[in-house]
């Protein structure tokens, strides 16, 4: 049986002699979220993406109704919007549709034609996100690879599971997400996150950087004196709003513990420590894994990743490694220097100039690992750029000599 149906009922008009959510209490398999006659009630549903539809008394005040309708659809162009009224004549169900009615039922309601309606909403949420995981990625210390893996990870996902995916870039003051794609975002998430700001999907929609390869961008801010302008309680609410919107959210966090990296990590579903096998790495990765549980993520989210394995200058094993934190290793990124780091001067993901790396297959078995409940295939890990290389043409073999 499908997800039920999450529902919120508008009714402005109440002037129905019979109430107005009676008969939306017969349908099985929907969730009355509850009722409402304010649109500021009813935009705090749609701000944090918790309902599919929204039921609509268009009334007698049909003006009024239509341009509640108008509201909904450029808030939330995902949620249904079912218009009901008294008058069935051809143009009040075209005018309707034309301000953003998916479908159209006349009062008193059948119920036949009621559900029949739902269903037809119900068909076009199916593709829907119902559920997100956040994954958040930070470094043991400066040069550990961090960037490089967050974005990888993220085009990795959007790839294994055929969905986009969002990459916000929490490195207020020196991130280099925008760079590790060679993009310069117009908008960033000082944009979405001041004080005065309240973020919905259609700020979002906007504020978004769209990469060509499934994965979309919430940039840190142009300037290093907008850091402060991002606020965590609007971070919080942004971070809500995009999870209504991918699958799947990774943030490249900063090594800091403030009240920002805090709103991320406290509920994230991951959050990846990326060191290398080296003492003072494992040092500052033991140091912020006790920090992150201090911030409040759970001791089950907080995984290990090695990255930059088999180098010559290891002098540590990574069951060392294991036995240290007591837990195993969430995964292993081979040294790969000389590719990852001409995909970093080019800003190309590294599938696009090495699809073969052993640390592209490595990330993108993470990825796998992640997103193992929406894995649209069986295969397994494959060395192909496809889709990818077509966007990032970098010049021929420049950067590539020893």
Same mark, same amino acid.
Request: charged letters at 20%; hydrophobic letters at 40%; glycine letters at 6%.
């Given at each position: ?16 002699e ?9 349908l099985?398999?929907?969730?009355? !979220? ?7 009630e ?20 049909e003006?009024?109704?239509?341009? #509640?309708?108008q509201?909904?659809?450029? /808030? ?7 218009g ?12 309707? !549709?034309r301000?953003?009615?998916s ?28 559920t997100?995981k ?20 993220? /085009?990795?996902?959007?790839?294994v ?8 870039d ?6 280099d997400v ?66 209504? /919107?991918?699958p ?41 894994y006790?920090?992150l549980?201090? !911030? ?7 995984e ?24 195993? #290793?969430?995964?292993m ?29 490595? #990330?993108?078995? !993470? ?7 929406q ?15 077509r ?12």
């Amino acid at each position: 049986m499908p997800d039920p149906l999450r529902i919120c009922l508008f009714d402005a008009d109440l002037s129905t002699e019979e109430p107005f959510r009676a008969p939306f209490e017969t349908l099985n398999n929907v969730l009355l !979220m509850g009722e409402t006659s304010t649109w500021d009630e009813l935009r705090e549903w749609l701000r944090h993406g918790k309902l599919d539809m929204v039921a609509v008394n268009l009334g007698e005040r049909e003006q009024q109704g239509l341009a #509640i309708v108008q509201r909904i659809v450029d /808030m939330s162009p995902g949620c249904g919007v079912l218009g009901v009224s008294r008058r069935t004549d051809p143009q009040t169900i075209i005018t309707a !549709m034309r301000a953003g009615c998916s479908q159209f039922v006349p009062w008193p309601v059948d119920h036949q034609d009621l559900v029949a309606a739902v269903e037809r909403i119900r068909a076009t949420r199916s593709t829907e996100v119902r559920t997100s995981k956040r994954i958040c990625v930070i470094g043991s210390s400066g040069g550990a690879g961090t960037t490089t893996v967050a974005c990888n990870l993220a /085009m990795e996902l959007a790839h294994v599971t055929n969905r986009r995916c969002g990459l916000v870039d929490l490195n207020l003051e020196f991130g280099d997400v925008g760079s590790s794609f060679d993009c310069n975002p117009a908008y960033t998430i000082a944009d979405v996150c001041r004080q005065e700001v309240e973020a919905d999907r259609l700020l979002l929609g906007k504020a978004l950087h769209e990469l060509p390869c499934n994965v979309s961008i919430l940039a840190r801010p142009n300037k290093l004196t907008e850091a402060i302008e991002v606020q965590p309680e609007r971070l919080e609410s942004t971070l809500q709003v995009m999870a209504t /919107m991918f699958p799947f959210v990774v943030i490249d966090l900063p090594r800091s513990a403030n009240p920002v990296s805090t709103i991320a990590v406290r509920t994230a579903d991951r959050v990846l420590v990326v060191t290398q096998l080296g003492v003072p790495f494992i040092r500052n990765a033991t140091r912020i894994y006790d920090s992150l549980l201090q !911030m409040g993520a759970a001791e089950g989210s907080v995984e290990i990743v090695l990255n930059r394995c088999n180098a010559n200058f290891e002098r540590i094993a990574p069951e060392e490694v294991e036995a240290h934190f007591g837990q195993p #290793i969430f995964a292993m990124i081979p040294n790969d220097y000389r590719r990852v780091q001409t995909s970093l001067d080019f800003g190309h993901p590294i599938v696009a100039d090495a699809p073969s790396s052993p640390a592209r297959l490595a #990330i993108q078995q !993470m990825a796998r690992n992640l997103a193992s409940d929406q894995v649209t295939d069986d295969q397994a890990p494959t060395a192909t750029a496809g889709f990818f290389s077509r966007f990032w043409q970098r010049p021929a073999k420049v950067g590539r000599g020893g």
